[in-house]
């Protein structure tokens, strides 16, 4: 069953025009092919998210819950993992950045690609329930849950956290920028789903949650910092406020610059649907730093 979906996804990567850049921008992919996590619903380490990121984040049985009246046990179920890698000519050209009225800019082709990302992994994510369901199985994904919000009580987090949720994958670790660090590098996007498939489990190779940042394994490195246009990383981690200010500067930029080709996007904050908006990112921190497409420790 796990090959089933890597061929699968595989095939939906390659071929779904939401995996499109507008043909403003050459009209290429936006992600090259994904990679898969595969977590056992009753890993303790979903109670341990309870205490890091708050006792509103849901573990895989409560999010199954909100969506499935028929309970079924913690341990039948699996956590699927998805990571979508940006492809490399988007990575490379997101290496300059330009000023624009006094606020430095990503480059647009990541902004689009950021954008674009919404619709195509709901839609991948749509896809994967309905190929799970003709195998005669189960699932739900927590960014199409109704129960999903993200919550802004003096700091930013949400009830699924997809990248705590790779972590207990397999797939990564986190970082001094706070984004994840996979064996495709940091510069992605991710997805999940529960299902009661009978998945084989990818086992972590460490619980260290910092393991394969150059920083906490090595005390090197630290270019995100200097990356980082909104001073919101130092040695002390990522500040999540500074980050936000920043990339609400950002936004209303690169909205003014190619606004009409942008999707609208509805988030769910504090467990109140808000107006839409257009997402379109910042990530300095992760383009031109030795994490943006690879696992820096692998060869230590």
């Not at 992600?31 to 309870?50: E, H, M, T, V």
């Not at 199954?64 to 956590?79: D, G, M, Y």
């Not at 956290?161 to 996979?182: D, K, M, Q």
């Not at 981690?237 to 990339?247: F, V």
């Amino acid at each position: 069953m796990n090959d089933k979906i890597i061929q699968f996804l595989g095939k939906l990567f390659e071929t779904s025009e939401l995996n499109r850049l507008h043909e403003r921008y050459g009209g290429g992919r936006i992600f090259s092919n994904p990679i898969i996590g595969i977590a056992q619903g009753d890993d303790p380490i979903f109670r341990k998210f309870k205490e890091i990121i708050s006792p509103e984040h849901l573990t895989p049985f409560e999010l199954w819950l909100t969506e499935n009246q028929e309970s079924v046990p913690a341990s039948k179920l699996r956590v699927i993992s998805i990571v979508f890698p940006f492809v490399d000519k988007i990575r490379e050209e997101s290496k300059n950045v330009k000023n624009f009225r006094g606020v430095i800019l990503p480059a647009e082709i990541y902004s689009v690609g950021r954008n674009y990302a919404n619709p195509f992994k709901k839609e991948i994510c749509r896809q994967i329930i309905d190929f799970l369901n003709e195998e005669g199985h189960r699932a739900v994904a927590g960014m199409l849950s109704e129960s999903f919000t993200i919550f802004v009580k003096g700091k930013f987090y949400s009830n699924w956290s997809e990248r705590h949720i790779a972590f207990a994958t397999g797939l990564g670790t986190f970082s001094l920028h706070e984004g994840l660090i996979t064996e495709v590098g940091c510069n992605i996007r991710l997805a999940s789903i529960v299902t009661d498939a009978p998945l084989k489990i990818t086992l972590r190779k460490s619980d260290k949650p910092y393991g394969n940042c150059l920083y906490y394994s090595k005390g090197t490195c630290r270019k995100c910092e200097e990356r980082c246009p909104g001073n919101a990383i130092d040695e002390n981690g990522h500040n999540k406020n500074k980050c936000y200010e920043y990339g609400q500067k950002v936004a209303r930029r690169i909205i003014a610059r190619i606004g009409p080709i942008l999707k609208p996007h509805i988030r769910c904050v504090n467990r109140k649907l808000r107006p839409p908006t257009f997402p379109v990112g910042c990530a300095f921190c992760q383009f031109g730093v030795p994490c943006m497409d690879r696992n820096p420790t692998a060869e230590i």
